[in-house]
């Protein structure tokens, strides 16, 4: 098949999936192409070395990438993002229609910056076969005390979503519950299939924990539960904290990344005097696996959000490729896959005293177990998220949405059961 492939952020970004389900269909024999925009996440200017410009493209076999120019969203702000968003969709309407002139598919890696470049694009290109994967499903709780001119954007935002949703042939979402959400947007159920996502398996795997990481992240013999990743508004780590607080010298609980909340929750562990709360700088991935190697337990937060209840955050797929033990504290479906999987401990979110239960149960647990934990967590990687699984059901909607005599999107499961 000729598959286009819309994505607002891909390589060098960190926007695995997209990058590698190119690369895959392509070495499975698809001609495909990509649009994109130039490299600027997370710090929302473009990376160093690149230059934005028109007739950009990089080639290898089977494979074309072209970039457009969007606007740099630099302070984050919401007319920033707003402003990001819209001058991709004009971009994307100008390359759009000739670059994917004569494709069978199109898939759409469907965050809420790609849904104005959709619509767009759609409207360009008539009836061609289009596949989303949608990752995010638009919402904002605090709509009410916005400002009127941002409720206006919201609700043109909500409103293109659900218009795309009608106008799918497919789609594929990332957690269970998400296809609820979708449906209520205006999706058809019957278009709507569970597709989990997948992690980078050439760098998260099993491996043994070297004496450099064992120094950074052990103190003694002490139980440690890490959390990897982004310190922000979703995760609600002050939760964490006290959690961890409450235990004293039990466990230790250490925090290896950053982000928006970072002075918060360092504000938090000083105020409780949470010796055994510490943290550790931004890692590569690269560097990761021998730190979960070296932690006893991968903690994985969402806070009590509706739309995080549809939510699998990436780190769990990596943690779970790792055979690491899991502690989740979450609602919806994350706690659903640790708990099905039996990969791990889980309680609700946002609550303090059970999650300190969880850490305190973590740490009676003997180290065969925890292994035990893991092994099952990978197994239930390698079944229902790997590269492999995802890459097959995507390519199985495509060419279902392309050629519909070739089968029936019936054969899938639903994602709403």
Request: charged letters at 25%; aromatic letters at 6%.
């Amino acid at each position: 098949m000729k598959i286009g492939v819309l994505s607002y952020h891909f390589p060098p970004e960190p926007a695995f999936v997209p990058g590698s389900l190119a690369e895959e269909l392509a070495a499975r024999g698809h001609e495909v192409r990509v649009l994109t925009g130039f490299p600027d996440y997370p710090g929302g200017h473009v990376y160093p070395g690149w230059r934005q410009r028109w007739r950009h493209q990089t080639h290898s076999e089977r494979l074309t990438v072209r970039r457009v120019p969007r606007y740099a969203r630099g302070d984050g702000s919401a007319g920033s993002r707003m402003a990001a968003y819209l001058s991709f969709a004009g971009s994307v309407a100008v390359a759009g229609r000739r670059y994917f002139a004569d494709i069978d598919a199109l898939y759409v890696f469907q965050l809420p910056p790609t849904t104005f470049a959709t619509a767009a694009l759609l409207r360009l290109l008539g009836r061609v076969p289009t596949v989303l994967h949608v990752q995010d499903v638009w919402a904002d709780e605090d709509e009410a005390a916005r400002p009127a001119e941002q409720r206006r954007w919201a609700g043109r935002m909500g409103a293109t979503m659900s218009r795309v949703y009608r106008e799918a042939d497919a789609i594929a979402v990332a957690a269970p519950a998400m296809g609820e959400l979708v449906t209520a947007a205006g999706a058809d159920p019957a278009r709507v299939k569970l597709v989990l996502n997948w992690t980078d398996e050439r760098i998260f795997r099993p491996t043994e924990p070297s004496r450099a990481a064992r120094d950074l992240v052990r103190r003694g013999d002490r139980t440690v539960v890490m959390h990897a990743g982004t310190i922000g508004r979703r995760q609600g780590l002050e939760t964490a904290v006290r959690a961890a607080a409450a235990l004293g010298d039990r466990m230790d609980l250490v925090l290896v990344g950053s982000g928006g909340e970072e002075r918060r929750v360092r504000g938090l562990a000083d105020q409780l005097r949470a010796d055994n709360v510490r943290f550790v700088e931004r890692r590569s991935a690269l560097e990761m696996p021998d730190l979960y190697a070296a932690a006893d337990y991968q903690l994985v937060m969402l806070r009590d959000l509706p739309e995080l209840r549809g939510s699998v955050p990436g780190k769990l797929q990596a943690a779970l490729c790792c055979a690491a033990p899991v502690v989740a504290s979450a609602g919806g479906d994350t706690v659903e896959l640790v708990e099905r999987a039996r990969a791990g401990l889980s309680c609700g979110p946002e609550d303090w005293a059970a999650l300190a239960d969880r850490f305190w149960l973590a740490s009676t647990i003997p180290a065969e177990a925890r292994t035990e934990m893991g092994r099952r967590g990978r197994e239930a990687y390698l079944r229902e998220m790997s590269l492999r699984a995802g890459v097959d059901r995507i390519e199985r909607m495509l060419q279902e949405a392309g050629h519909p005599a070739r089968g029936t999107a019936a054969a899938e499961p639903s994602a709403l059961g």
